[in-house]
Every structure is written in structure tokens, then in C-alpha cells.
């Protein structure tokens, strides 16, 4: 399990990024039916069942946010002055359609403030192992096509870059990252890698 240095430094945050092994450990997740929407729900229990959405956000002690992902970037935010959490399932799809953005503005909507957001993405497909083609790089505006990288057979895709820039421009500074890459590394499951495994890791945020 490893942690960002940033919201390491907050007494009041319980946070983890897991790999495939550690996260069986994980005790008491509330989980998402994640479906690479942009849709964030604020909880202050666990839900009966989970709910289909792809960020959760709570002002409430001992709830489990918990993100799963095999490549996509699992991103956990805490608000310093407010005490809210919020966990972000991002893969490519929901940070171009803007899940980033609508889970920062119901975490504003709660009480937060974009000056005391601290964020941290966790481990997730880097630069040199996400293969893009013609059809995606076309999906993005021009002024956003410096993060594709011409290859002899397509693109490479800064994904990386990418998800800071959308954090960036949604108002947060304060933002860790672990450039661990998914892909290539057997400690964490890949989708890119091998498709047919449904398992996922998973990344933590609780209020204590």
C-alpha cells in the first residue's frame, strides 16, 4: 500500500493506494458499479447497494470511499478547512467528459474551497505504455492534442499529464502523484495488459 505525501500530512485522512495483493486487505470498501460516467454521489452511510456512479464524496467519519481500477487513475481529494473526501474513478473516458470537474463542484457545493483542496492520483497507465489511435486523439480539441506523441504506428497518450491538467484547471494546486505504470508492473492489475481479468486494486479515503 502506498500513500501521497500530501495527504499523508492530514491528521484527520485515512488514505491508501493498493495494489492486487494488499487490496484484499481492505476492510469495509464502499464500492462503485463504475461505468466511466461523470456522475459523483455524496453519501453519509453506506448505500444499500452500490451505486452507479463513478465518484463519492462524504463529510461523514468512517465511511470507505474506495476506488477500483486496473490502468484508469484512482484520485482521492480532501478538503483541509470543510473535511470532505471524495474518491474519483478516471479512466480517459470520464476525466475528457469531466468527471474531475463535477466532483469538485459538489465537493464546493458542500462547503469546500478550491483553495484547500489537496489531491493525490494514485498508480495508473503512464505515458510510454497507453497506445492511442487517430480516432481518440480526434476526439480531443487541438488546443489538447500535446498530449498525444506521434509513434510510427499511432500515438502515445500522456494520461498522466492529462488527468493533472484536468485537476489543474478545475481549481485544485495542491496535487500528489505516483507515477507507478500499471501496465508493465505485475503488482498491479492491468486491463491493457490482460482484458479478461476482472480484478481490480483499489484506493481509499476515509474521515477518522
Known sequence: MKQANNLSKLEWVRHGFYNALDSKTVQNPILMNQVHSVDALFVQNIPDKQPQVDALIT??????LTVKTADCAPILIADTKAHIVAAIHAGWKGAFQGIIETTILKMIEKGASFKT??????????????????????LFPVTEHHFFEPTKTGYLFDFDAY????????????????????YPNMEYY???????????????????
Open 163 to 182: 488527468v493533472l491538467y484536468r485537476l489543474k484547471r478545475a481549481g485544485v494546486q495542491n496535487i500528489d502523484t505516483l507515477l507507478d505504470d500499471t
Open 117 to 138: 483542496l489537496v489531491a493525490a492520483v494514485g498508480p495508473h497507465i503512464q505515458k510510454q505504455s497507453f497506445q492511442a489511435d487517430e480516432k481518440m486523439k480526434a
Open 190 to 208: 492491468s486491463f491493457r495488459r490482460d482484458p479478461q481479468n476482472p480484478e481490480r486494486q483499489y484506493s481509499v479515503i476515509e474521515i477518522i
Open 59 to 64: 463529510d461523514t467519519k468512517g465511511l470507505v
